[in-house]
């Protein structure tokens, strides 16, 4: 409801547009804050479950988040059995699959300690809520118009349909990783090494990218008599990207969070993703679930959740989508180029070989056009049918 | 002599063409042929042996029928003097004759021109008055009032010394709407008066001979020769100064500047409101107010105002005496209430009299018109998005009339444009209408009748509707009780309502409703006591009945669990009562006291909250019910008004202005700018009603006659118990708002300097302000503390603020006007870190209000172009063109951080980015 009254004053914002204007701006760094940041989730599957710690970083600053490293963290269930993480790159903590599992209805506590600050640091405790299973995913075609387009863009909505018939959900967060199938435009049997023409020995003409969820997807049903989701919307793909060229799937987590949590994560959305209305919220300070036990007063950003989790995963053909035409097809066009240009050829146009016209002349094309591995791993992923 | 002299300096001043015939040829009169004027006159001239003095483009084309040849002059003249509004005045001595039409030189002085009268303290023999009467009144033209002796108050032998009072209304001659802030008064004593809202005066002036001399913005000044008799009303017509020879323009306002004990009040005519660049097409009464020093804005696309660092919910806007919860179209873009019906528009900022109450920071009183009581006439316009359309005229003439009003969209202009096809398919549209009925039952009765409505909706890619209302109707009795007491009864009732609709999905498909209602009841009465007094008294009481929200399935499939908030009922009563008094002819004071009473009324559910620990529904220890009408809550307290006029000399003068203001309704937004959606709460058990606390301290001076103003003010304001919100509170459909508010405190103090000149070729005004206006918020638990409890800028904290407004009229016809502004930005929440979480970085924010957007600058630019001013023209059309944001400057409305495909964006909002043209047709009949 909250969404749809943004929706209305966006709107206002955008029938305001001939007059009014949205221009990006690079933000400029003022006071910076040095803040401790937590990522992370206890989930109830066999996999090993990821703490990232971090520090805030300066506005202009362009890169990751300063990892934390050397942190001792443990994760305590129940208040009493300890689980100590280990650090397996900058910042990164990791439960051992093998001996530590979450587990529905336990609760659970992060325990953080910094060396080198001699500072502990707590979370409120978290329990694990049992999550429904994923009713129903689906896709729909959907054509709309993004930014001052002159045509519009097609693509296909893709939706969720939940529900617990126990009404003890309520608050749902899901998350999602897709991958799709992309093919070179030329398909390329030849490759060019040591100045000499070969056989190709790893095919690089179907790749697989993958690709995360970046915003917070979240529903609740609190306002409705069951606790029913339905037409949740997750993403939107579009003919602007490769996504439905060949095949593509999407595999969707579906947690169940406590009020607290969901709470956290709806004001982190509000503030960080939905502004830019006539009628924005007054934003604010932000913080989580953690508390310094040394100093109850500094913020620390982040969340610490337990939860348990259903997937489901989605498949979407070319056969059951319309044809887009690939992006950026009529960029890939052959050169005819003898052996003895071939090199300087690859090495002034970005080019790779990819076929021979007759012999010694050979078939190059502009690399994206013939490396899938541009596009993401060459490798077949195991889930992939 | 001296009167033959004076008649020459009036022709001459009067510039009226004037022909001299000397004698000539030799002329013989036609037998039995119709003569034309001219060969009258000349005949006259040649044979009788005349001067004439005429106007020669008059006399040309009469050939008046007449059974008297011009030998008989003086019959001659005496038949065809009724038909031709012809006069003549003969000088035998001179032997010479002055034509006049359609007025008439007056040979002697008014009573009195050279010696102030003497009749003070001295009985009168009213025969010798009777007397003079007779002797002025000879060869007095019907119409001419001026030149007429009136009468007031029941005849008696010998007039008694001292003073009686004369009251009654002043009136425009064209259409009998009243004229509302007419300066009324006599010169020997100087005492004077000015009308109220009803065009109504009342004072106390030496019984005997007296000249009370009218003036007016817009209207020929007037004089009435009166003998005062006794306790009598008096009603006076004036004329509209359509086409005003070389004379004098004369301002009401122009002595009050300086000479009236209130201060902090602006006042804004609809002329100069029409003036002002319009925004696509529209006058706009709110956007008009922003020019003025103190008033403020968060934006472009903002509803309502700021006045002297107070919120927007603490403005009292009255329309006709009925409050109006949302003052805007479009979410701000165009203000409701429809210009062409409005007369006067009155923004208290400061010294607020004791007859108004229930808000902390301003009232803004905007008065309608009656509608014109002799003739059916209209007006309207055509603009690029909205048309509009006025009629008025009488019922029964001179005793009852209506006004009517309608305004719309006609056309999705901007819809048009939109880049995005959603959107295209959508609509948006307004329209407003207004009815005034008023009549005169008696000439000690008046009614008047007001009904307003608006609609605003907005369709969505046709799955929602967003839609809100605004109603008002009021009644309003004016009974005269005597000369000295009248009062005024209304019955108010005013409503706002908003709804969403949504089908986006079946199961998700609801319906939420929000309504307020305001029922009043209130008499006031107006008290002249003796000469120097006014006394105004009266009591109000307002009854609240809101549904705070309700939320419905909609259709049949719709899951949405059907939720309606507890209704809130209260009761606002108030007593007040206010002198305004000239102490001496330097010091006038004005002291009021209002006592304002607040009882929250059931039903009502009343939560009480752990000690020692933040309201939170698990902090709920105990729930009092309070059955219908049982009263849950009470506030009340004492608000002291004052105002003191301290005249240093002929034009200058100190004033000294405190008022106490307390509040019982407030409203409830979390949003940078006030949105539609955001609610009126009213005080109960806990949310504190707020209470506001200004003195102000002005030093006025006018110079070059009173052409230019220029003034001073100071004011320091405290607010306390102004509501604040918790971080991430939602406010829509919230059973326990007290959960998420918090109390705090509010100041704002500034200075503000304004030269003004109202008349002439060139006028408008230049004003400067700087002020702040900060909030602290020091709650007992963390979540109810802002900024570590420290004072922070409010959201309309603007410190430097310059506003120039100019009109420049090259001729008549065609004219030009130029608004400046310049303010600081105001403040925003910039974040100061970056961080990750949930696959995206994310931006993290500090202190509210920390920063601010840049400066804010804008020139708008209009034209005007007046059809011919022939004044019987069936309809008279007028063109408007202007350019808003002639500078181009794309002026930040916000600045926000977007996380948006696993990056942040940082933008600027512009709401008027380009210059934007606009040209509007408007007409009168």
């Known amino acids: 409801m909250v969404k749809k009254l943004i929706y209305i004053f966006q709107f206002v914002a955008l029938a305001l547009v001939n007059m009014a204007c949205l221009d990006s701006f690079l933000p400029e760094s003022k006071d910076f804050d040095d803040l401790l940041v937590v990522e992370g989730k206890i989930t109830d599957l066999p996999e090993s479950n990821l703490i990232r710690i971090s520090r805030s970083r300066p506005l202009n600053e362009p890169a990751a988040d300063f990892p934390v490293q050397n942190a001792v963290v443990r994760i305590v269930e129940d208040g009493t059995s300890g689980h100590q993480l280990s650090e397996v790159s900058p910042g990164l903590y990791t439960t051992n699959s093998d001996v530590f599992k979450g587990r529905v209805g336990a609760e659970y506590v992060l325990h953080i300690f910094l060396p080198e600050k001699q500072k502990n640091y707590i979370s409120k405790p978290v329990r694990i809520r049992q999550t429904p299973p994923i009713e129903n995913l689906y896709f729909e075609f959907k054509e709309q118009f993004v930014g001052g387009a002159e045509a519009p863009v097609q693509g296909y909505d893709i939706f969720l349909d939940t529900s617990d018939p126990l009404g003890n959900s309520k608050f749902y967060r899901w998350e999602y990783h897709e991958t799709w199938m992309v093919n070179a435009f030329f398909n390329s049997y030849l490759e060019f090494v040591d100045n000499e023409i070969r056989s190709r020995t790893v095919d690089i003409s179907v790749c697989y990218p993958t690709s995360r969820s970046t915003q917070l997807l979240l529903g609740t049903s609190l306002n409705l008599s069951e606790d029913k989701i339905r037409r949740q919307r997750l993403a939107y793909i579009d003919n602007r990207t490769r996504r439905l060229s060949m095949a593509y799937t999407m595999l969707v987590r579906q947690y169940v969070l406590s009020p607290e949590s969901y709470e956290y994560h709806r004001q982190l959305q509000q503030i960080t993703e939905n502004m830019g209305t006539l009628f924005d919220p007054q934003p604010f300070e932000l913080v989580g679930n953690m508390v310094c036990e040394e100093d109850p007063d500094e913020r620390v950003l982040g969340y610490f959740d337990a939860v348990s989790v259903a997937e489901k995963r989605l498949w979407i053909r070319r056969s059951d989508v319309l044809d887009f035409r690939i992006p950026g097809a009529s960029f890939c066009q052959a050169d005819t180029v003898p052996l003895s240009g071939v090199g300087e050829h690859i090495r002034l146009n970005f080019s790779e070989v990819f076929g021979e016209f007759m012999p010694g002349i050979y078939l190059l094309a502009p690399r994206s056009c013939v490396d899938c591995r541009n596009f993401g791993p060459a490798i077949r992923p195991d889930y992939w049918e | ?925």
């Open chain 2, 1 to 925: 002599m001296k009167g033959f002299l004076i008649q020459v300096i009036v022709l001459i001043l009067l510039n009226i063409p004037v022909k001299v015939c000397y004698s000539g040829n030799e002329f013989v009169l036609p037998a039995d042929s119709v003569l034309t004027l001219t060969e009258a006159f000349k005949y006259m001239g040649d044979h009788l042996g005349w001067k004439l003095f005429y106007p020669p483009v008059f006399a040309d084309s009469l050939s008046p029928e007449s059974s008297v040849r011009p030998d008989d002059w003086q019959n001659y003249f005496q038949q065809i003097q009724q038909k031709y509004d012809l006069y003549y005045y003969a000088d035998t001595t001179l032997n010479m004759l002055i034509f006049t039409h359609a007025y008439q030189l007056r040979t002697r002085l008014p009573f009195g021109f050279f010696e102030p009268s003497t009749i003070q303290d001295e009985s009168i023999d009213i025969a010798s008055l009777e007397l003079e009467k007779q002797m002025d009144e000879v060869d007095i033209k019907k119409d001419d009032f001026e030149g007429r002796i009136f009468e007031i108050g029941p005849k008696t032998q010998t007039l008694r010394a001292g003073r009686a009072s004369i009251a009654g209304y002043i009136r425009d001659k064209d259409s009998g709407e009243p004229v509302i802030g007419a300066l009324v008064y006599i010169e020997e004593p100087r005492i004077g008066t000015t009308t109220d809202q009803f065009g109504y005066y009342s004072f106390s002036i030496p019984r005997g001979r007296n000249t009370l001399i009218l003036q007016s913005v817009g209207m020929k000044e007037t004089r009435r020769q009166i003998i005062l008799y006794s306790n009598g009303q008096f009603n006076v017509e004036m004329e509209e100064a359509i086409v005003p020879l070389k004379e004098v323009i004369i301002e009401a306002d122009r002595e009050t500047h300086v000479r009236g004990v209130q201060m902090g009040l602006d006042k804004l005519s609809v002329q100069t409101i029409k003036q002002m660049p319009l925004a696509l097409g529209e006058a706009d009464i709110i956007k008009s107010i922003l020019t003025l020093p103190g008033v403020q804005t968060v934006g472009e696309a903002a509803t309502g105002f700021n006045v002297r660092g107070g919120s927007v919910d603490q403005n009292l806007i009255l329309v006709s005496e009925a409050p109006l919860f949302n003052p805007a179209h479009l979410f701000g873009v165009f203000s409701s209430v429809n210009p062409d019906i409005v007369r006067n528009v009155e923004l208290y900022k400061g010294g607020i009299p004791a007859q108004y109450g229930g808000r902390i920071s301003s009232v803004m009183d905007i008065q309608l018109r009656d509608g014109n009581k002799k003739k059916f006439t209209g007006n309207g316009g055509i603009g690029p998005i909205t048309g509009r359309l006025n009629l008025e005229g009488p019922i029964v003439e001179d005793k009852a009339s209506f006004l009517l009003g309608l305004r719309s969209t006609y056309s999705d202009w901007i819809l048009q444009r939109l880049p995005e096809a959603d959107f295209r398919n959508s609509s948006a549209g307004f329209m407003d209408a207004n009815a005034r009925l008023s009549f005169d039952l008696n000439e000690n009765n008046s009614l008047f009748i007001n009904g307003y409505f608006s609609d605003d909706r907005f369709r969505l890619r046709s799955d929602s509707l967003f839609n809100y209302n605004n109603y008002q109707t009021s009644v309003q009795w004016k009974h005269i009780f005597s000369n000295k007491l009248y009062a005024v009864f209304s019955g108010i009732f005013s409503r706002y309502t908003y709804n969403i609709e949504s089908d986006a999905a079946p199961e998700t498909a609801f319906d939420l409703g929000y309504r307020i209602d305001n029922h009043q009841i209130k008499a006031d009465f107006s008290y002249f006591p003796s000469s120097g007094h006014k006394i105004d008294f009266g009591v109000s009481s307002i009854l609240y009945d809101l549904r705070p929200g309700s939320f419905l399935p909609r259709g049949e499939n719709s899951l949405v669990q059907p939720r309606s908030l507890n209704m809130e009922k209260g009761l606002e009563t108030a007593l007040y009562a206010g002198d305004r008094f000239e102490i001496s002819d330097m010091v006038s004071l004005y002291v009021g006291l209002r006592y304002s009473f607040y009882q929250q009324l059931g039903p009502a559910n009343v939560y009480t909250y752990a000690d020692g620990a933040t309201r939170d529904q698990s902090t709920i220890t105990d729930t009092t019910r309070y059955g219908n009408w049982q009263t849950a809550q009470t506030y009340h307290g004492p608000e002291y008004r004052m105002s003191l006029n301290i005249g240093l000399d002929a034009s200058s003068s100190i004033k000294i202005g405190y008022n106490k203001m307390r509040q019982y309704i407030h409203m409830v937004s979390n949003t940078q700018a006030i949105s539609p959606t955001d609610i009126w709460k009213l005080s109960d058990t806990h949310i504190r009603p707020q209470v506001g606390d200004q003195i102000s301290l002005g030093w006025y001076r006018n110079y070059r006659f009173n052409t230019i103003e220029t003034s001073v003010e100071a004011f320091y304001k405290n607010m306390n118990d102004v509501l604040d919100f918790k971080n991430g509170a939602v406010l829509v459909m919230n059973e326990l708002l007290e959960t998420d508010v918090i109390n705090g405190r509010g100041k704002a103090y500034g200075i503000e300097w304004m030269i003004r000149k109202r008349a002439g070729k060139l006028n408008g005004w230049l004003s400067y302000t700087y002020s702040r206006s900060l909030i602290r918020v020091a709650g007992a638990f963390a979540s109810e503390i802002i900024n570590r409890g420290e004072w922070f800028p409010s959201n309309f904290d603007k410190p430097h603020d310059f506003t120039l407004v100019s009109n420049y009229k090259f001729t008549r016809r065609f004219g030009a006007s130029g608004n400046f502004t310049y303010s600081t930005g105001r403040p925003i929440t910039y974040p100061l870190a970056i961080y990750d979480f949930a696959g995206s970085p994310r931006v993290h924010f500090s202190d509210r209000n920390a920063f601010r957007i840049p400066d804010y600058i804008r020139l708008d630019l209009s034209f005007n172009l007046e059809g011919n001013h022939k004044v019987d023209k069936p309809a008279h059309g007028s063109w408007s063109f202007s350019l808003i944001n002639a500078l181009g400057r794309a002026n930040v409305y916000s600045m926000f951080f977007v996380t948006e495909g696993g990056r942040i964006n940082g933008y600027t909002m512009s709401i008027f980015a380009r210059p934007i043209p606009t040209i509007t047709y408007n007409f009168r009949f």
